[in-house]
């Protein structure tokens, strides 16, 4: 299908549109940080970005590097700590955490840590970093991840962040927060969130040209299949121009 | 208080808080002395081989790289490294040989720029042993109970997955609300290398710009060498003291290293250097290109400056400047010769 936008514009896009104004977000690299610079320049001007090296509600001016760079405390009310940012987390004043992921499983665990076995890895990914602490500890946890059959599995190689472990009350039978959890999936297929009863992961909606049959295919696990299943909006002209806006070395958008 | 889960990770750098008052009492002077000195007697004075090491900094932020490349080229050997988000630093580390053990929040990538070849190879063929999993919050807690003189803090990170099975935390009861809670032990590093934008020449330290966890880090040392951008007069602390994140009875040496953080960002001064970056990871996809990097920027230059010279000098610098000033756009190697 021909198309005037980059899928990872869509994929910002969607993720964008889950950020509410006048909430908080902690974010990871990458597209998270592209999603949430999106909401704070068009629907959620007062979107309190927290970082976790210690940039808290800047106004972030071009795509950091890392989730340490300058540009992570830019005009921001603080340049705080570690500690202060992940503090605040575990007291609950997150709302959103946002992250990426090499592996994840029906209940919304995900592995970032290793493929293969971790005493002897095919595959030694870079481990928890904040991951395992955003997916802890704020209110609703939401990935954009590539989906494919290796990705979207029904046994994770290492369980590094917690999902919704393995179903309904396991986080709280852990002793995670209450009331916490994974919220929202984002890939370059669909969108999905998860089953109030099961807690196991579901289809919301599928991108424009993406039939539910393509979605299926592309996990290794049963995805549930509601009666209504939407279809996503494309990115609007303007939202791609703010996005090169955002990236415009297309460290992330165009890759 | 009854044993819930054990983490099966190698617990490293542990000491109970009695002997590590005791040793404090004996080995970390009150006075307020002249610390300066190089970085080659630094080294030599405090990283001993098979050490527990960690750095402050973040992945490539405010990293002592002037630190990192003396501890290369001493050939520092069995090193146990603290992964927290540990970067450039442990990439190089590694890659160079220096490093056995590793216990691991984020290591072996480079954030945006993808998975660190040399430290991959080295992990995924047994050459640096991963000993423990653990998350960012959990190190710089593990940190923050050392700096306390405790011997764990509870949190609620980690808990119910394989993080925490492979990481070197307990889970018990807690005895107030009723519910499992990780209990994190107390992690002192040996040595901790820091790079900040002032100190006197005592040690007490300045940071520009967030603080990532070096607050709790620099209070977690037993040994502590401070390389800084600057070195200032002890007016210049006295005046404003509620700038001072370290003061100087942490501190074992005081080196000057300006743009001792190069390649990484230094907040306000530099950016991060990506074409130098990218350099290193095209080189480090073999065990040959790392050897032609280490010759060429570690073991072929004498110090510092001959170093920064071969990285472009003043005019490299001021470009990196500008950079972090937003006063002019950045320069990025092509992804494919980055990848």
Not at chain 1, 126 to 139: H, I, K, M, Q, T
Not at chain 2, 78 to 104: N, P
Not at chain 2, 150 to 170: E, K, Q
Request: with cysteine; net charge negative; proline share 6%.
């Amino acid at each position: 299908m021909k198309q005037d936008y980059d899928p990872t514009e869509l994929l910002a896009y969607v993720a964008a549109g889950l950020l509410e104004d006048d909430k908080s977000v902690f974010v990871g690299t990458g597209l998270p940080m592209i999603a949430a610079m999106l909401a704070q320049r068009t629907h959620a001007p007062n979107l309190l970005i927290v970082f976790e090296a210690g940039g808290i509600g800047p106004q972030v001016p071009v795509l950091p590097i890392s989730v340490g760079d300058s540009r992570t405390f830019y005009r921001a009310v603080a340049a705080s700590s570690m500690h202060d940012v992940m503090s605040a987390s575990q007291a609950g004043y997150l709302d959103y955490g946002f992250l990426g992921a090499a592996q994840i499983d029906p209940y919304g665990n995900l592995n970032t840590t290793v493929i293969g076995e971790w005493s002897a890895p095919q595959v030694r990914l870079p481990g928890s970093g904040g991951a395992n602490d955003v997916g802890s500890l704020c209110w609703r946890t939401i990935v954009v991840m590539r989906q494919d059959r290796q990705r979207f599995v029904e046994r994770l190689d290492f369980l590094t962040t917690p999902g919704y472990l393995d179903g309904p009350g396991a986080r709280e039978r852990a002793g995670l927060p209450a009331g916490s959890g994974p919220y929202r999936v984002i890939t370059q297929l669909g969108l999905y969130g998860f089953d109030a009863t099961s807690r196991r992961m579901t289809l919301l909606a599928t991108h424009p040209g993406v039939t539910v049959e393509n979605v299926q295919a592309q996990s290794g696990f049963e995805l549930l299949v509601p009666a209504e299943v939407e279809t996503s909006e494309p990115p609007p002209p303007e939202v791609c121009r703010i996005l090169r806006e955002i990236d415009p070395t297309g460290m992330v958008i165009g890759k | 208080m009854d044993v819930l889960q054990a983490g099966q990770g190698q617990l490293v750098g542990w000491h109970d808080p009695d002997e590590h008052r005791a040793w404090v009492a004996t080995h970390k002077s009150r006075a307020l002395k002249d610390k300066r000195t190089t970085v080659r007697q630094a080294i030599a004075n405090y990283v001993t081989d098979g050490a527990l090491l960690a750095c402050g900094g973040f992945g490539h932020i405010r990293v002592s790289m002037a630190a990192i490349y003396e501890i290369v080229r001493q050939h520092k050997r069995d090193l146990t490294l603290c992964g927290k988000t540990a970067v450039h630093d442990s990439d190089i580390l590694i890659a160079a040989g220096c490093v056995r053990r590793i216990e691991v929040a984020y290591a072996f990538g480079h954030e945006l720029r993808g998975l660190s070849p040399a430290s991959r190879r080295a992990v995924e063929s047994g050459r640096c042993q991963v000993v423990a999993e653990i998350s960012n919050a959990g190190y710089q807690w593990r940190f923050l109970a050392a700096a306390m003189g405790l011997p764990f803090i509870p949190t609620r990170v980690m808990l119910g997955t394989d993080t925490l099975a492979h990481s070197s935390a307990r889970v018990v009861q807690d005895p107030f609300s009723g519910k499992p809670i990780a209990l994190l032990p107390a992690c002192y590093p040996d040595v901790v290398l820091m790079h900040v934008h002032r100190c006197d020449r005592c040690g007490n330290a300045q940071i520009d710009g967030i603080v990532i966890e070096d607050f709790e880090l620099a209070r977690a040392a037993r040994r502590l060498i401070v390389t800084t951008e600057e070195i200032v007069d002890e007016e210049v602390i006295r005046e404003q003291p509620w700038r001072t994140l370290i003061p100087y009875y942490l501190v074992d040496a005081v080196v000057a290293a300006p743009y001792g953080a190069h390649p990484a960002l230094m907040p306000g001064h530099y950016y991060f250097d990506e074409e130098h970056i990218g350099e290193w990871l095209r080189l480090s996809k073999t065990d040959e290109g790392v050897a032609e990097y280490l010759d060429k920027y570690v073991y072929g230059v004498e110090d510092l400056a001959e170093y920064l010279e071969l990285i472009g000098g003043q005019e490299q610098m001021e470009y990196l400047r500008q950079v972090e000033l937003l006063q002019t756009p950045l320069r990025t190697p092509r992804p494919e010769e980055s990848a």
